[in-house]
């Protein structure tokens, strides 16, 4: 591994790197330089954004510690500037004390994110449609505990370890959520069953 390679996982608990966090456009920047080390202007063109917006972006990133630069370029009057991002995963963890409006701005940036994903794919991939598996039911703190271990287990086992590079093999993706139902849809989810 380089110094440019993105370390495993970074956990993210102060209110700036939270905030740098909870922008969709940075979560995008942040997810295309999780790959390879790319420029501003290259940025901008594969997310089809202007060049100066992506620049403040990257700038706020790079500021709060979320990428980092790793080579500097001078291309005739121009200086190029490629940065990677710090982690292949960031796990947000806030201080209780921070308030909850950060809080919910950090779940819904990465939400836009997952659902922007999603429908990138489904488009790309139109033979390969993303499978979503959505249930419902009353499990008590032990048994989720119990779903939460085995889950970890089953995780590691498919995606605990090196990259497969075979020909066949393509970058897939893992999002689970698990969440207490909202009090307000309970009724329902009793009347339809749940899932």
Not at 46 to 72: M, Q
């Amino acid at each position: 591994m380089t110094d440019s390679e993105p370390i495993a996982y970074r956990e993210l608990r102060d209110p700036r790197e939270i905030k740098a966090f909870s922008d969709p456009l940075r979560l995008r920047i942040i997810h295309l330089l999780l790959d390879r080390p790319a420029t501003n202007q290259q940025i901008a063109h594969l997310l089809g954004e202007s060049p100066s917006k992506v620049f403040h972006h990257v700038r706020y990133l790079a500021e709060a510690g979320l990428i980092r630069l790793v080579e500097t370029r001078i291309s005739g009057k121009n200086v190029e500037k490629s940065y990677r991002a710090v982690a292949r995963t960031f796990i947000l963890r806030p201080d209780a004390a921070l308030l909850p409006e950060s809080r919910i701005a950090a779940l819904v940036a990465e939400l836009e994110r997952i659902r922007h994903d999603v429908l990138e794919s489904a488009a790309a991939y139109e033979n390969d449609s993303p499978h979503i598996l959505r249930r419902i039911a009353r499990l008590d703190p032990d048994r989720l505990a119990a779903f939460h271990e085995r889950l970890d287990a089953l995780v590691r086992a498919y995606w605990g370890h090196a990259e497969d590079h075979a020909s066949n093999a393509s970058r897939t993706v893992l999002t689970v959520v698990t969440y207490r139902e909202p009090a307000g849809n309970l009724a329902e989810s009793e009347e339809t069953g749940g899932g």
